[in-house]
T-cell receptor, first 116, second 109 residues
């Protein structure tokens, strides 16, 4: 399995500001994803982070609101821009395609975001 | 996209009881996983099981791909089993997963 770390683990932000979340993996992985989990809800895929190119966004998510970078095979960032209270959620980084389990998906510990 | 339905949505058990959680999906899949989200929000991998049966201690899982369902069995439940259990499926081995709404399990001492 992969060891995935996320920074920050939690944050409280003011509306209108932006927050960048970092995801670091201890080994090279093929696929990296970003998910959102709103309070009491299931996980929803935001986008697939593509190395060296623009992320692939799911319906309902746009690059201006959730810009994503993936400069290499072990690191990605998600920015939540111009935040509103509706953005209060847990944001999770996920990876797939590790040497220990190619098809299995693993998740980071998540970033708990509260927007006031 | 694929629809994923989990049942029951909520389950309350006494410690020591057994339970079965179900995941139905609407299309053929090549990737199916069960996760446990603990009260701190961490998603823990339980099984990667696109087909067949697997066992790990008190937990086991069976996927019948041709009939588009998977079952997660928890035996002799413990309070630490409490949390939300998610089923996630994908059409391809290296594709994005769709999550069910989860089953919230509460195990009482």
């Amino acid at each position: 399995s992969a060891v995935i770390s996320q920074k920050p683990s939690r944050d409280i932000c003011q509306r209108g500001t932006s927050l960048t979340i970092q995801c670091q993996v201890d080994s090279q992985v093929t696929m990296m994803f970003w998910y959102r989990q709103q309070p009491g809800q299931s996980l929803t895929l935001i986008a697939t982070a593509n190395q060296g190119s623009e992320a692939t966004y799911e319906s309902g998510f746009v690059i201006d609101k959730f810009p994503i970078s993936r400069p290499n095979l072990t690191f990605s960032t998600l920015t939540v821009s111009n935040m509103s209270p509706e953005d209060s959620s847990i944001y999770l980084c996920s990876v797939q395609g590790t040497s220990g389990g190619y098809n299995e998906q693993f998740f980071g510990p998540g970033t708990r975001l509260t927007v006031l | 996209g694929i629809q994923v339905e989990q049942s029951p949505p909520d389950l309350i058990l006494q410690e020591g009881a057994n339970s079965t959680l179900r995941c139905n999906f609407s299309d053929s899949v090549n990737n199916l996983q069960w996760f446990h989200q603990n009260p701190w929000g961490q998603l823990i991998n339980l099984f990667y099981i696109p087909s067949g049966t697997k066992q790990n201690g008190r937990l086991s899982a069976t996927t019948v791909a041709t009939e588009r369902y998977s079952l997660l069995y928890i035996s002799s439940s413990q309070t630490t089993d409490s949390g939300v259990y998610f089923c996630a499926v994908a059409r391809t081995n290296a594709g994005k997963s769709t999550f069910g709404d989860g089953t919230t399990l509460t195990v009482k001492p």
